[in-house]
């Protein structure tokens, strides 16, 4: 994956790729690694049982890369993701 990642950074800075399927494997990686997501891209139930962003570092931060590649607030997406569950 770390492979992957980084032939991808080069596609999308050559305008080849789409920046959101980086932040995606980004985040993977660094879930896999236990590492906190850049982006808030990957979920999982919580101690209460609750969907919720695996860990992040900041979520100002973690706002402003979403926005910078034109994804919604995390906040939002974690609505947006407990609604699809309860469905």
């Not at 032939?7 to 993977?28: G, H, P, T, W």
């Amino acid at each position: 994956m770390k492979k992957c990642a980084k032939e991808l950074e080069i596609a999308v800075n050559q305008n080849k790729a789409d920046a959101k399927n980086l932040a995606y494997l980004l985040d993977r990686i660094a879930v896999l690694e236990d590492k906190p997501q850049l982006y808030g891209t990957q979920f999982d139930w919580n101690e209460n049982g609750i969907l919720s962003p695996n860990k992040f570092d900041n979520i100002i931060k973690v706002n402003q890369r979403r926005k910078s590649i034109g994804l919604n607030t995390l906040e939002q997406q974690t609505n947006i993701i407990r609604k699809r569950v309860q469905d």
